[in-house]
């Protein structure tokens, strides 16, 4: 996260860690274009109950290489030349999957 509150993708004034890795509508767009937010309780609890659930589920492998991939995709536009288009991150998300 950068020094400012606001979050360097969508300016909201609160970025806090669910916001950076969920609820940011850049990060939304991922969970969305993968089929992550089917379920019910994917909006619905708090950043611990959401990671410790979704870790431990059968979807397990997927969800935690999008929550490696959004948080290095958000470093990368704060620290790194200005980031990636989701189109390369869901291919890297797809290709770390794939290789499991
Ligand atoms: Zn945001």
Redesign the pocket.
Known sequence: MADSAK?S??S?TN?NIL?ALRD???SLEIWMRLGMCQHVEFFTTDYVLWLCRFARSDLAVLFLFVVWWIWRWRNEMVLGDGGWSPQTLLMKIRGDVAAQ
């Open positions: 979050c993708h969508c909201a970025e916001h940011c509508p850049h």
